[in-house]
Protein backbone atom coordinates (compact mmCIF):
# COMPACT_ATOMS: atom_id res chain seq x y z
CA UNK A 1 0.00 0.00 0.00
CA UNK A 2 2.83 2.42 1.07
CA UNK A 3 4.80 1.63 -2.40
CA UNK A 4 1.48 2.18 -4.32
CA UNK A 5 0.94 5.49 -2.66
CA UNK A 6 4.47 6.21 -3.04
CA UNK A 7 3.92 5.58 -6.59
CA UNK A 8 1.16 7.64 -7.27
CA UNK A 9 2.79 10.79 -5.30
CA UNK A 10 5.79 10.33 -7.76
CA UNK A 11 3.51 10.22 -10.79
CA UNK A 12 1.36 13.51 -10.02
CA UNK A 13 5.04 14.83 -8.79
CA UNK A 14 6.05 13.75 -12.33
CA UNK A 15 3.22 15.57 -14.33
CA UNK A 16 3.63 18.88 -12.42
CA UNK A 17 7.47 19.18 -12.05
CA UNK A 18 8.55 17.85 -15.56
CA UNK A 19 10.70 15.02 -15.61
CA UNK A 20 14.02 15.25 -16.08
CA UNK A 21 15.63 14.16 -19.81
CA UNK A 22 12.11 14.66 -21.08
CA UNK A 23 12.17 15.66 -24.68
CA UNK A 24 11.42 19.60 -25.45
CA UNK A 25 7.87 18.96 -26.64
CA UNK A 26 7.37 16.57 -23.76
CA UNK A 27 8.16 19.48 -21.57
CA UNK A 28 6.05 22.03 -23.51
CA UNK A 29 2.42 19.82 -23.78
CA UNK A 30 3.12 18.62 -20.06
CA UNK A 31 3.98 22.06 -19.08
CA UNK A 32 0.50 23.34 -20.72
CA UNK A 33 -1.32 20.22 -19.50
CA UNK A 34 -1.56 20.53 -15.89
CA UNK A 35 -4.99 21.06 -14.16
CA UNK A 36 -6.20 21.47 -10.36
CA UNK A 37 -6.95 17.74 -10.06
CA UNK A 38 -10.40 19.24 -9.04
CA UNK A 39 -11.21 20.58 -12.03
CA UNK A 40 -9.87 16.84 -13.45
CA UNK A 41 -12.17 14.28 -11.67
CA UNK A 42 -13.91 13.68 -8.71
CA UNK A 43 -11.91 10.87 -6.85
CA UNK A 44 -14.24 6.87 -6.92
CA UNK A 45 -12.85 3.78 -5.41
CA UNK A 46 -10.55 1.83 -8.19
CA UNK A 47 -10.23 -1.43 -6.36
CA UNK A 48 -9.65 -3.71 -9.28
CA UNK A 49 -6.37 -1.02 -10.19
CA UNK A 50 -5.49 -1.60 -6.58
CA UNK A 51 -5.77 -5.32 -6.01
CA UNK A 52 -3.86 -6.28 -9.57
CA UNK A 53 -1.10 -3.40 -8.58
CA UNK A 54 -1.09 -5.81 -5.72
CA UNK A 55 -1.07 -9.27 -6.36
CA UNK A 56 0.20 -9.19 -9.87
CA UNK A 57 2.53 -5.64 -10.56
CA UNK A 58 0.62 -5.89 -13.89
CA UNK A 59 -2.29 -3.54 -14.57
CA UNK A 60 -4.56 -4.72 -17.84
CA UNK A 61 -6.33 -1.51 -19.24
CA UNK A 62 -8.79 -1.39 -21.98
CA UNK A 63 -9.76 1.72 -23.92
CA UNK A 64 -13.21 1.94 -26.05
CA UNK A 65 -15.11 4.20 -27.16
CA UNK A 66 -14.41 7.30 -29.58
CA UNK A 67 -10.96 7.15 -31.30
CA UNK A 68 -8.47 10.26 -29.62
CA UNK A 69 -7.09 12.71 -32.27
CA UNK A 70 -3.67 12.68 -33.35
CA UNK A 71 -1.72 16.01 -31.62
CA UNK A 72 0.63 18.65 -33.14
CA UNK A 73 2.52 17.73 -30.23
CA UNK A 74 4.60 14.83 -29.33
CA UNK A 75 5.06 11.81 -31.94
CA UNK A 76 3.91 9.30 -29.07
CA UNK A 77 0.55 8.16 -29.85
CA UNK A 78 -1.97 8.37 -26.79
CA UNK A 79 -1.88 4.70 -25.60
CA UNK A 80 1.94 4.89 -26.07
CA UNK A 81 2.61 7.74 -23.63
CA UNK A 82 -0.16 6.65 -20.94
CA UNK A 83 1.57 3.53 -20.60
CA UNK A 84 4.72 4.93 -20.52
CA UNK A 85 3.82 7.88 -18.17
CA UNK A 86 2.36 5.11 -15.85
CA UNK A 87 4.88 2.89 -16.17
CA UNK A 88 8.03 5.73 -15.30
CA UNK A 89 5.72 6.85 -12.39
CA UNK A 90 4.83 3.60 -10.49
CA UNK A 91 7.96 1.48 -11.09
CA UNK A 92 7.78 -2.22 -11.46
CA UNK A 93 4.62 -2.26 -12.82
CA UNK A 94 3.94 -3.57 -15.99
CA UNK A 95 1.26 -1.75 -17.68
CA UNK A 96 -0.61 -3.28 -20.47
CA UNK A 97 -3.10 -0.96 -23.31
CA UNK A 98 -5.33 -2.48 -25.07
CA UNK A 99 -6.77 -0.04 -27.80
CA UNK A 100 -9.78 -0.69 -28.74
CA UNK A 101 -11.67 2.78 -30.21
CA UNK A 102 -13.62 2.82 -33.19
CA UNK A 103 -14.49 5.60 -34.98
CA UNK A 104 -18.07 7.30 -34.99
CA UNK A 105 -19.33 5.09 -32.11
CA UNK A 106 -22.41 5.94 -30.04
CA UNK A 107 -22.10 4.51 -26.47
CA UNK A 108 -25.03 2.40 -27.42
CA UNK A 109 -22.99 0.27 -29.75
CA UNK A 110 -19.67 0.70 -28.22
CA UNK A 111 -21.43 -0.54 -25.04
CA UNK A 112 -22.31 -3.99 -26.92
CA UNK A 113 -18.70 -3.86 -28.21
CA UNK A 114 -17.36 -3.00 -24.63
CA UNK A 115 -18.81 -6.43 -23.05
CA UNK A 116 -17.15 -8.92 -25.83
CA UNK A 117 -13.86 -6.70 -25.44
CA UNK A 118 -13.88 -6.65 -21.37
CA UNK A 119 -14.28 -10.74 -21.62
CA UNK A 120 -11.63 -11.18 -23.75
CA UNK A 121 -9.05 -9.28 -22.45
CA UNK A 122 -9.96 -9.17 -18.74
CA UNK A 123 -8.93 -5.64 -17.63
CA UNK A 124 -8.44 -4.26 -14.26
CA UNK A 125 -9.47 -0.81 -15.76
CA UNK A 126 -11.65 -0.03 -18.46
CA UNK A 127 -11.02 4.03 -19.75
CA UNK A 128 -14.47 4.69 -22.17
CA UNK A 129 -14.12 7.34 -23.95
CA UNK A 130 -17.67 8.73 -24.37
CA UNK A 131 -20.52 11.43 -25.62
CA UNK A 132 -18.98 13.16 -28.53
CA UNK A 133 -20.49 10.93 -31.36
CA UNK A 134 -23.75 10.75 -29.23
CA UNK A 135 -23.66 14.85 -28.80
CA UNK A 136 -23.09 15.05 -32.45
CA UNK A 137 -25.78 12.61 -33.76
CA UNK A 138 -28.14 13.91 -31.77
CA UNK A 139 -28.70 11.21 -29.73
CA UNK A 140 -31.38 11.53 -27.07
CA UNK A 141 -29.71 12.13 -23.93
CA UNK A 142 -31.81 10.15 -21.87
CA UNK A 143 -31.15 7.09 -24.09
CA UNK A 144 -27.66 7.90 -24.06
CA UNK A 145 -27.51 8.07 -20.17
CA UNK A 146 -29.74 4.54 -20.18
CA UNK A 147 -26.99 2.41 -22.33
CA UNK A 148 -23.86 4.53 -20.86
CA UNK A 149 -25.54 3.10 -16.89
CA UNK A 150 -26.19 -0.46 -18.01
CA UNK A 151 -22.49 -0.17 -20.10
CA UNK A 152 -20.82 0.79 -16.56
CA UNK A 153 -22.65 -1.31 -14.18
CA UNK A 154 -21.95 -4.52 -16.42
CA UNK A 155 -18.34 -4.09 -16.13
CA UNK A 156 -18.13 -3.09 -12.33
CA UNK A 157 -20.25 -6.38 -11.89
CA UNK A 158 -17.53 -8.28 -14.02
CA UNK A 159 -14.46 -7.03 -11.97
CA UNK A 160 -13.45 -3.76 -14.27
CA UNK A 161 -12.77 -0.37 -12.67
CA UNK A 162 -14.09 2.18 -14.77
CA UNK A 163 -12.38 5.68 -15.92
CA UNK A 164 -15.09 7.43 -17.97
CA UNK A 165 -13.35 10.18 -20.34
CA UNK A 166 -15.42 13.14 -21.38
CA UNK A 167 -15.10 14.52 -24.91
CA UNK A 168 -13.13 17.87 -25.08
CA UNK A 169 -14.25 21.32 -25.99
CA UNK A 170 -12.77 24.30 -27.81
CA UNK A 171 -13.88 28.21 -27.67
CA UNK A 172 -16.13 27.52 -30.52
CA UNK A 173 -17.89 24.37 -29.63
CA UNK A 174 -21.34 24.49 -30.72
CA UNK A 175 -22.51 24.82 -26.60
CA UNK A 176 -26.28 24.01 -26.92
CA UNK A 177 -28.73 22.38 -24.96
CA UNK A 178 -28.30 18.85 -25.90
CA UNK A 179 -24.20 19.02 -25.31
CA UNK A 180 -25.12 20.22 -22.28
CA UNK A 181 -26.96 17.35 -21.39
CA UNK A 182 -24.59 14.32 -22.58
CA UNK A 183 -21.95 16.41 -20.55
CA UNK A 184 -24.51 15.96 -17.24
CA UNK A 185 -25.94 12.63 -18.01
CA UNK A 186 -21.95 11.53 -18.04
CA UNK A 187 -21.31 12.75 -14.49
CA UNK A 188 -24.71 11.78 -13.30
CA UNK A 189 -24.13 8.07 -14.10
CA UNK A 190 -20.40 8.30 -13.28
CA UNK A 191 -21.71 10.04 -9.75
CA UNK A 192 -24.24 7.60 -8.73
CA UNK A 193 -22.16 4.29 -10.23
CA UNK A 194 -19.08 6.00 -8.28
CA UNK A 195 -17.15 5.49 -10.99
CA UNK A 196 -13.94 8.15 -12.03
CA UNK A 197 -14.97 10.55 -14.85
CA UNK A 198 -12.51 12.91 -16.58
CA UNK A 199 -13.73 15.82 -17.15
CA UNK A 200 -12.29 16.96 -20.47
CA UNK A 201 -15.07 19.80 -20.96
CA UNK A 202 -13.60 21.48 -17.76
CA UNK A 203 -10.42 20.64 -17.63
CA UNK A 204 -9.74 22.35 -21.18
CA UNK A 205 -12.20 25.23 -20.40
CA UNK A 206 -9.64 25.47 -17.04
CA UNK A 207 -6.39 25.50 -19.26
CA UNK A 208 -8.46 28.25 -22.05
CA UNK A 209 -8.89 30.36 -19.03
CA UNK A 210 -5.33 30.26 -17.30
CA UNK A 211 -3.15 29.64 -20.50
CA UNK A 212 -2.21 33.07 -22.38
CA UNK A 213 -1.32 32.99 -26.13
CA UNK A 214 2.01 33.71 -25.69
CA UNK A 215 2.85 30.24 -23.57
CA UNK A 216 1.13 28.56 -26.61
CA UNK A 217 2.97 30.71 -29.20
CA UNK A 218 1.20 31.88 -32.09
CA UNK A 219 -1.77 29.80 -32.02
CA UNK A 220 -4.98 29.79 -30.63
CA UNK A 221 -6.12 27.69 -28.29
CA UNK A 222 -7.02 24.56 -30.37
CA UNK A 223 -8.67 21.04 -30.02
CA UNK A 224 -4.89 19.54 -30.55
CA UNK A 225 -3.99 20.30 -27.26
CA UNK A 226 -6.60 18.17 -25.92
CA UNK A 227 -5.08 15.47 -27.84
CA UNK A 228 -1.77 16.45 -26.61
CA UNK A 229 -2.66 16.35 -22.99
CA UNK A 230 -5.05 13.14 -23.00
CA UNK A 231 -2.73 10.95 -21.72
CA UNK A 232 -1.50 12.96 -18.64
CA UNK A 233 -4.70 14.23 -17.97
CA UNK A 234 -6.22 10.73 -17.81
CA UNK A 235 -3.01 9.11 -15.95
CA UNK A 236 -2.96 12.16 -13.48
CA UNK A 237 -6.79 11.87 -12.62
CA UNK A 238 -5.80 7.99 -11.81
CA UNK A 239 -2.88 8.76 -10.03
CA UNK A 240 -4.39 11.66 -7.90
CA UNK A 241 -7.20 8.94 -7.55
CA UNK A 242 -5.12 6.57 -6.04
CA UNK A 243 -3.76 9.01 -3.64
CA UNK A 244 -7.09 10.38 -2.24
CA UNK A 245 -8.57 6.70 -1.77
CA UNK A 246 -5.81 4.99 -0.10
CA UNK A 247 -8.12 3.83 2.38
CA UNK A 248 -10.52 2.14 -0.10
CA UNK A 249 -11.29 -1.22 0.12
CA UNK A 250 -9.64 -4.40 -1.64
CA UNK A 251 -11.85 -6.67 -3.23
CA UNK A 252 -12.08 -10.20 -1.87
CA UNK A 253 -10.72 -12.57 -4.42
CA UNK A 254 -12.69 -13.76 -7.12
CA UNK B 1 -29.65 -2.83 -68.81
CA UNK B 2 -30.91 -6.33 -67.70
CA UNK B 3 -34.32 -7.14 -66.13
CA UNK B 4 -35.29 -6.17 -62.47
CA UNK B 5 -33.75 -9.73 -60.76
CA UNK B 6 -33.48 -10.71 -56.92
CA UNK B 7 -30.12 -10.65 -56.68
CA UNK B 8 -30.29 -7.06 -58.21
CA UNK B 9 -33.14 -5.97 -55.96
CA UNK B 10 -31.94 -7.24 -52.31
CA UNK B 11 -28.43 -5.21 -53.10
CA UNK B 12 -30.91 -2.47 -53.31
CA UNK B 13 -32.15 -3.04 -50.82
CA UNK B 14 -28.85 -3.45 -48.74
CA UNK B 15 -27.74 0.01 -49.95
CA UNK B 16 -30.62 1.96 -49.14
CA UNK B 17 -30.65 0.16 -46.03
CA UNK B 18 -26.49 1.12 -45.05
CA UNK B 19 -27.54 4.80 -45.95
CA UNK B 20 -30.03 4.79 -43.66
CA UNK B 21 -28.20 2.74 -40.81
CA UNK B 22 -25.47 5.10 -41.18
CA UNK B 23 -27.24 7.66 -39.84
CA UNK B 24 -27.31 7.56 -36.51
CA UNK B 25 -30.51 8.85 -34.77
CA UNK B 26 -32.70 9.45 -37.43
CA UNK B 27 -36.24 8.65 -36.92
CA UNK B 28 -36.64 5.58 -39.55
CA UNK B 29 -33.46 3.68 -38.29
CA UNK B 30 -36.02 1.96 -36.27
CA UNK B 31 -38.01 0.45 -39.23
CA UNK B 32 -34.48 -1.15 -40.37
CA UNK B 33 -34.38 -4.55 -40.61
CA UNK B 34 -31.51 -4.65 -38.02
CA UNK B 35 -33.96 -4.05 -35.54
CA UNK B 36 -35.45 -7.72 -36.15
CA UNK B 37 -32.50 -9.57 -36.87
CA UNK B 38 -28.97 -10.57 -35.44
CA UNK B 39 -27.15 -9.78 -38.70
CA UNK B 40 -28.00 -6.52 -41.08
CA UNK B 41 -27.16 -4.89 -44.05
CA UNK B 42 -23.52 -5.09 -43.59
CA UNK B 43 -24.07 -9.16 -44.23
CA UNK B 44 -26.61 -8.99 -46.73
CA UNK B 45 -24.03 -6.32 -49.05
CA UNK B 46 -20.91 -9.06 -48.11
CA UNK B 47 -23.14 -11.55 -49.46
CA UNK B 48 -24.43 -10.82 -52.54
CA UNK B 49 -20.53 -9.59 -53.09
CA UNK B 50 -19.85 -12.87 -53.25
CA UNK B 51 -22.86 -13.80 -55.70
CA UNK B 52 -21.68 -11.09 -57.89
CA UNK B 53 -17.90 -12.57 -57.83
CA UNK B 54 -19.49 -15.77 -58.84
CA UNK B 55 -21.37 -14.06 -61.60
CA UNK B 56 -18.07 -12.55 -62.91
CA UNK B 57 -16.15 -15.80 -62.50
CA UNK B 58 -18.82 -17.70 -64.25
CA UNK B 59 -18.50 -14.51 -67.40
CA UNK B 60 -14.66 -15.38 -67.41
CA UNK B 61 -15.30 -19.56 -67.68
CA UNK B 62 -13.73 -19.85 -71.17
CA UNK B 63 -11.15 -17.41 -70.65
CA UNK B 64 -7.52 -18.42 -69.75
CA UNK B 65 -6.60 -17.94 -66.14
CA UNK B 66 -4.44 -14.71 -66.55
CA UNK B 67 -7.52 -12.88 -67.84
CA UNK B 68 -9.76 -13.75 -64.90
CA UNK B 69 -6.57 -12.58 -62.72
CA UNK B 70 -6.55 -9.18 -64.74
CA UNK B 71 -10.16 -8.97 -64.53
CA UNK B 72 -10.57 -10.15 -60.69
CA UNK B 73 -7.64 -7.88 -59.62
CA UNK B 74 -8.86 -4.72 -62.07
CA UNK B 75 -12.29 -4.80 -60.04
CA UNK B 76 -10.55 -4.51 -56.34
CA UNK B 77 -8.60 -1.51 -57.63
CA UNK B 78 -11.66 0.22 -58.78
CA UNK B 79 -13.37 -0.45 -55.56
CA UNK B 80 -10.09 0.94 -54.03
CA UNK B 81 -10.08 3.86 -56.13
CA UNK B 82 -13.97 4.61 -54.80
CA UNK B 83 -12.96 4.14 -51.15
CA UNK B 84 -10.20 6.75 -51.76
CA UNK B 85 -12.39 9.14 -53.68
CA UNK B 86 -15.00 9.54 -51.04
CA UNK B 87 -12.69 9.71 -48.35
CA UNK B 88 -11.76 12.95 -49.63
CA UNK B 89 -15.04 13.70 -50.24
CA UNK B 90 -15.92 12.96 -46.63
CA UNK B 91 -13.03 14.92 -45.24
CA UNK B 92 -14.20 18.03 -47.52
CA UNK B 93 -17.74 17.90 -46.31
CA UNK B 94 -16.71 17.61 -43.33
CA UNK B 95 -13.91 20.35 -43.13
CA UNK B 96 -16.52 22.78 -45.55
CA UNK B 97 -19.69 22.05 -42.60
CA UNK B 98 -16.91 23.24 -39.88
CA UNK B 99 -15.92 26.71 -41.77
CA UNK B 100 -19.55 27.43 -43.21
CA UNK B 101 -20.69 26.85 -39.20
CA UNK B 102 -17.74 28.62 -37.55
CA UNK B 103 -17.52 25.19 -35.39
CA UNK B 104 -14.23 23.87 -35.97
CA UNK B 105 -15.11 20.79 -33.09
CA UNK B 106 -16.54 19.34 -36.25
CA UNK B 107 -13.18 18.33 -37.59
CA UNK B 108 -12.71 16.02 -35.22
CA UNK B 109 -16.41 14.61 -36.31
CA UNK B 110 -15.88 10.56 -37.23
CA UNK B 111 -12.14 10.34 -36.74
CA UNK B 112 -11.58 13.15 -39.30
CA UNK B 113 -9.00 15.19 -36.90
CA UNK B 114 -5.94 13.33 -37.75
CA UNK B 115 -5.87 14.66 -41.39
CA UNK B 116 -6.45 17.82 -39.81
CA UNK B 117 -3.72 17.70 -37.19
CA UNK B 118 -0.95 15.26 -38.64
CA UNK B 119 -1.75 15.09 -42.49
CA UNK B 120 1.91 13.74 -42.45
CA UNK B 121 0.75 10.19 -41.40
CA UNK B 122 -3.05 10.69 -42.18
CA UNK B 123 -2.67 10.65 -45.48
CA UNK B 124 -0.02 7.71 -45.53
CA UNK B 125 -2.69 5.36 -43.70
CA UNK B 126 -5.55 6.57 -45.79
CA UNK B 127 -3.76 5.63 -48.72
CA UNK B 128 -2.83 2.34 -46.90
CA UNK B 129 -6.39 2.17 -45.74
CA UNK B 130 -4.92 1.86 -42.15
CA UNK B 131 -7.05 4.98 -41.33
CA UNK B 132 -10.73 5.34 -41.73
CA UNK B 133 -13.30 7.55 -41.11
CA UNK B 134 -16.06 6.38 -38.96
CA UNK B 135 -18.80 4.94 -41.08
CA UNK B 136 -16.18 4.63 -43.97
CA UNK B 137 -15.22 1.11 -43.31
CA UNK B 138 -16.94 -1.36 -45.46
CA UNK B 139 -15.35 -0.31 -48.76
CA UNK B 140 -12.08 -1.20 -47.44
CA UNK B 141 -12.97 -4.68 -46.00
CA UNK B 142 -14.99 -4.82 -49.47
CA UNK B 143 -11.53 -4.00 -51.07
CA UNK B 144 -9.37 -6.49 -49.21
CA UNK B 145 -12.16 -9.28 -50.31
CA UNK B 146 -11.61 -8.35 -53.53
CA UNK B 147 -8.03 -8.35 -53.79
CA UNK B 148 -8.59 -11.79 -52.77
CA UNK B 149 -10.90 -12.09 -55.42
CA UNK B 150 -8.02 -13.73 -58.49
CA UNK B 151 -6.63 -15.78 -55.58
CA UNK B 152 -10.66 -17.11 -54.91
CA UNK B 153 -11.05 -17.24 -58.87
CA UNK B 154 -7.61 -19.02 -59.12
CA UNK B 155 -8.55 -22.09 -56.42
CA UNK B 156 -11.89 -22.17 -57.72
CA UNK B 157 -10.91 -23.24 -61.27
CA UNK B 158 -8.39 -25.48 -60.02
CA UNK B 159 -9.32 -26.74 -57.20
CA UNK B 160 -12.94 -25.84 -56.31
CA UNK B 161 -13.29 -27.85 -53.56
CA UNK B 162 -10.38 -26.22 -51.59
CA UNK B 163 -12.14 -23.38 -50.91
CA UNK B 164 -14.95 -23.88 -48.48
CA UNK B 165 -12.18 -25.58 -45.98
CA UNK B 166 -9.38 -23.00 -46.49
CA UNK B 167 -12.42 -20.13 -46.06
CA UNK B 168 -13.74 -22.02 -42.84
CA UNK B 169 -10.53 -22.95 -40.90
CA UNK B 170 -9.77 -19.05 -41.42
CA UNK B 171 -12.80 -17.91 -39.89
CA UNK B 172 -12.73 -20.55 -37.03
CA UNK B 173 -9.03 -19.44 -36.27
CA UNK B 174 -9.75 -15.82 -36.49
CA UNK B 175 -13.22 -15.91 -34.69
CA UNK B 176 -11.66 -17.94 -32.09
CA UNK B 177 -8.01 -15.73 -31.79
CA UNK B 178 -9.65 -12.45 -32.24
CA UNK B 179 -7.32 -11.86 -35.61
CA UNK B 180 -8.00 -8.13 -36.99
CA UNK B 181 -6.28 -5.71 -38.63
CA UNK B 182 -4.67 -2.59 -36.84
CA UNK B 183 -5.66 1.37 -37.95
CA UNK B 184 -2.98 3.73 -37.79
CA UNK B 185 -1.75 6.81 -37.33
CA UNK B 186 -5.03 6.59 -35.05
CA UNK B 187 -4.59 3.32 -33.04
CA UNK B 188 -7.55 1.01 -33.06
CA UNK B 189 -8.80 -1.95 -35.00
CA UNK B 190 -10.81 -2.07 -38.11
CA UNK B 191 -14.42 -2.55 -37.83
CA UNK B 192 -14.49 -5.50 -39.59
CA UNK B 193 -12.41 -7.75 -39.62
CA UNK B 194 -11.40 -9.57 -43.33
CA UNK B 195 -10.22 -12.39 -41.72
CA UNK B 196 -13.50 -13.00 -40.60
CA UNK B 197 -16.23 -11.58 -42.85
CA UNK B 198 -14.49 -13.21 -45.64
CA UNK B 199 -16.34 -16.28 -44.63
CA UNK B 200 -20.22 -14.53 -45.33
CA UNK B 201 -18.18 -13.28 -48.73
CA UNK B 202 -17.14 -17.11 -49.82
CA UNK B 203 -20.55 -18.38 -48.86
CA UNK B 204 -22.19 -16.00 -51.24
CA UNK B 205 -20.07 -17.32 -53.99
CA UNK B 206 -20.30 -21.00 -52.99
CA UNK B 207 -24.02 -20.86 -52.54
CA UNK B 208 -24.46 -19.26 -56.65
CA UNK B 209 -21.81 -21.95 -57.92
CA UNK B 210 -22.47 -25.39 -59.78
CA UNK B 211 -22.95 -26.88 -56.42
CA UNK B 212 -24.81 -23.89 -54.45
CA UNK B 213 -28.52 -23.57 -53.93
CA UNK B 214 -29.69 -24.46 -57.15
CA UNK B 215 -28.15 -27.83 -57.14
CA UNK B 216 -30.18 -28.69 -54.37
CA UNK B 217 -32.70 -31.06 -54.30
CA UNK B 218 -36.49 -29.43 -54.36
CA UNK B 219 -37.08 -31.29 -50.65
CA UNK B 220 -33.62 -30.23 -49.14
CA UNK B 221 -35.10 -27.21 -50.27
CA UNK B 222 -38.46 -26.61 -48.80
CA UNK B 223 -36.41 -28.21 -45.64
CA UNK B 224 -33.89 -25.28 -45.36
CA UNK B 225 -36.80 -22.84 -46.15
CA UNK B 226 -38.61 -23.76 -43.14
CA UNK B 227 -35.63 -24.13 -41.23
CA UNK B 228 -34.72 -20.84 -42.58
CA UNK B 229 -38.04 -19.41 -41.84
CA UNK B 230 -38.02 -20.62 -37.81
CA UNK B 231 -34.21 -19.21 -37.52
CA UNK B 232 -35.65 -15.75 -38.69
CA UNK B 233 -38.71 -15.89 -36.05
CA UNK B 234 -36.22 -16.84 -33.27
CA UNK B 235 -33.89 -14.15 -34.10
CA UNK B 236 -36.74 -11.60 -34.52
CA UNK B 237 -37.59 -12.39 -30.62
CA UNK B 238 -34.24 -12.39 -29.54
CA UNK B 239 -33.73 -8.86 -31.61
CA UNK B 240 -37.06 -7.67 -30.12
CA UNK B 241 -36.27 -8.53 -26.59
CA UNK B 242 -33.25 -6.85 -26.68
CA UNK B 243 -31.18 -9.75 -25.60
CA UNK B 244 -27.56 -10.75 -26.06
CA UNK B 245 -25.70 -13.22 -24.29
CA UNK B 246 -23.44 -11.91 -21.66
CA UNK B 247 -20.17 -12.39 -22.76
CA UNK B 248 -18.76 -12.93 -19.22
CA UNK B 249 -21.17 -16.05 -19.05
CA UNK B 250 -19.76 -17.68 -21.99
CA UNK B 251 -17.46 -20.37 -22.62
CA UNK B 252 -14.14 -19.66 -24.59
CA UNK B 253 -13.59 -18.82 -27.11
CA UNK B 254 -16.80 -16.29 -26.66
CA UNK B 255 -16.51 -14.49 -30.09
CA UNK B 256 -18.00 -18.06 -30.82
CA UNK B 257 -21.32 -17.32 -28.67
CA UNK B 258 -21.96 -13.35 -28.61
CA UNK B 259 -23.57 -11.54 -31.65
CA UNK B 260 -20.01 -9.62 -32.10
CA UNK B 261 -19.81 -7.20 -35.47
CA UNK B 262 -16.82 -6.71 -35.95
CA UNK B 263 -15.55 -10.86 -36.18
CA UNK B 264 -19.19 -11.42 -37.70
CA UNK B 265 -19.70 -14.19 -34.91
CA UNK B 266 -21.42 -17.21 -35.99
CA UNK B 267 -25.00 -16.22 -34.47
CA UNK B 268 -24.87 -13.13 -37.06
CA UNK B 269 -23.57 -15.66 -40.38
CA UNK B 270 -26.19 -18.58 -39.69
CA UNK B 271 -29.34 -15.59 -39.00
CA UNK B 272 -27.77 -13.42 -42.39
CA UNK B 273 -27.81 -17.09 -44.77
CA UNK B 274 -31.71 -17.71 -42.77
CA UNK B 275 -32.66 -14.67 -44.26
CA UNK B 276 -31.41 -14.91 -47.61
CA UNK B 277 -32.73 -18.82 -47.25
CA UNK B 278 -36.46 -17.78 -46.82
CA UNK B 279 -36.64 -14.42 -47.88
CA UNK B 280 -35.08 -15.12 -51.42
CA UNK B 281 -38.27 -16.10 -53.04
CA UNK B 282 -40.24 -13.20 -52.10
CA UNK B 283 -38.69 -11.24 -54.99
CA UNK B 284 -41.23 -13.15 -57.04
CA UNK B 285 -43.98 -11.44 -55.54
CA UNK B 286 -42.74 -7.77 -54.76
CA UNK B 287 -42.52 -7.71 -58.93
CA UNK B 288 -46.20 -8.78 -58.99
CA UNK B 289 -47.37 -6.49 -56.14
CA UNK B 290 -45.03 -3.36 -56.64
CA UNK B 291 -43.35 -3.41 -59.72
CA UNK B 292 -41.99 -0.02 -59.02
CA UNK B 293 -40.49 -0.57 -55.79
CA UNK B 294 -38.53 -3.57 -57.64
CA UNK B 295 -37.22 -1.47 -60.21
CA UNK B 296 -36.53 1.13 -57.81
CA UNK B 297 -34.12 -1.10 -55.89
CA UNK B 298 -33.04 -3.23 -58.92
CA UNK B 299 -31.61 -0.36 -60.37
CA UNK B 300 -29.58 0.83 -57.32
CA UNK B 301 -28.28 -2.75 -57.54
CA UNK B 302 -27.05 -2.80 -60.68
CA UNK B 303 -24.81 0.02 -60.03
CA UNK B 304 -23.90 -0.96 -56.40
CA UNK B 305 -20.63 0.45 -56.57
CA UNK B 306 -21.98 4.28 -57.70
CA UNK B 307 -24.87 4.44 -55.50
CA UNK B 308 -22.58 2.78 -52.43
CA UNK B 309 -20.83 5.83 -52.60
CA UNK B 310 -23.15 8.55 -53.26
CA UNK B 311 -25.10 6.71 -50.33
CA UNK B 312 -22.37 7.00 -47.97
CA UNK B 313 -21.45 10.83 -49.01
CA UNK B 314 -25.70 11.42 -48.39
CA UNK B 315 -25.39 10.24 -45.30
CA UNK B 316 -22.55 12.67 -44.39
CA UNK B 317 -24.40 15.19 -45.68
CA UNK B 318 -27.92 13.54 -43.65
CA UNK B 319 -25.66 13.38 -40.15
CA UNK B 320 -24.65 17.22 -40.66
CA UNK B 321 -28.00 18.26 -41.48
CA UNK B 322 -29.37 16.52 -38.35
CA UNK B 323 -26.87 17.94 -36.55
CA UNK B 324 -27.48 21.79 -37.39
CA UNK B 325 -31.66 21.19 -36.93
CA UNK B 326 -31.23 19.54 -33.81
CA UNK B 327 -32.30 15.94 -35.16
CA UNK B 328 -36.28 16.96 -35.51
CA UNK B 329 -38.29 14.73 -37.51
CA UNK B 330 -38.92 16.66 -40.38
CA UNK B 331 -35.30 17.02 -41.26
CA UNK B 332 -35.51 12.83 -40.83
CA UNK B 333 -38.33 13.31 -43.31
CA UNK B 334 -36.01 15.21 -45.49
CA UNK B 335 -32.93 13.31 -45.23
CA UNK B 336 -34.29 10.15 -46.13
CA UNK B 337 -36.41 11.94 -49.31
CA UNK B 338 -33.54 13.23 -50.59
CA UNK B 339 -31.35 10.07 -49.91
CA UNK B 340 -34.04 7.99 -51.93
CA UNK B 341 -33.94 10.52 -54.89
CA UNK B 342 -30.22 11.03 -54.60
CA UNK B 343 -29.25 7.42 -54.80
CA UNK B 344 -32.01 6.58 -57.82
CA UNK B 345 -30.65 9.62 -59.51
CA UNK B 346 -26.91 8.22 -59.36
CA UNK B 347 -28.07 5.23 -60.43
CA UNK B 348 -30.12 6.17 -63.66
CA UNK B 349 -27.18 8.24 -64.45
CA UNK B 350 -24.93 5.75 -64.34
CA UNK B 351 -27.03 3.51 -66.65
CA UNK B 352 -28.19 6.82 -68.72
CA UNK B 353 -24.00 6.88 -69.26
CA UNK B 354 -23.71 3.24 -70.34
CA UNK B 355 -26.97 3.42 -72.76
CA UNK B 356 -25.26 6.84 -73.98
CA UNK B 357 -22.00 4.73 -74.86
CA UNK B 358 -23.31 1.68 -75.96
CA UNK B 359 -25.41 3.57 -78.61
CA UNK B 360 -22.24 5.65 -79.94
CA UNK B 361 -20.10 2.84 -80.00
CA UNK B 362 -23.27 0.57 -82.25
CA UNK B 363 -23.45 4.25 -84.37
CA UNK B 364 -19.71 4.03 -84.95
CA UNK B 365 -18.99 0.45 -85.73
CA UNK B 366 -19.54 -0.98 -89.25
CA UNK B 367 -22.59 -2.23 -91.11
Redo the contacts between chains.
Keep these: MIALLASALLLSALLISIPAGAQDADVKTASRCVVPTESLAAPAPLPHVAAALKQRDKLNILIIG???????GPRK???VALESLLERAIAGVDVVIL????????VATSA??M??E???ARPDLLIWQVG??DA?????PGSYEEDLREGVR?AKD?GVDVLLVGFE??P???D?Q?VLAVREATSRVARQENVLYLRRYDAMQFLARTRSRIEQGDEAF???IG?DCMAEQVAQALAANMVLRRTRPVPADP | MRAPNAIDFWRGFALMTIFVNHVPGIVFERFSFREYSLSDSAELFVFLAGVSLRFVVNSLKGEPLSALVYRLAGRALTIYYAQLLITFFAIAIIASAATFLDQPYILQWHNASAVFDDPVEAHIGLVLLRYQLGYFNILPLYVVLMSAGPTIGVIDRLAPKLLLPLSAALYVYSVATAFNLHTWPVEGNWFFSPFCWQFIFILGFLLFGPKGYASFSPRTKTILFWLSGLQTLIGATIALADFTPDPAMLPDPKLFFVFDKTFDSPARVIHALALVCFFSGAFSRIVRWAPPLASYFSMLGRNSLHVFCAGSLLSLCGQIARYIFNGRWEIDVLVLLVGLTGLGVVAWMSEWRRRHADLRALRKSPV
Design positions: SPVGVGRSYPNRPVSGETERRTVALANLARVPWNANWLHDESADY
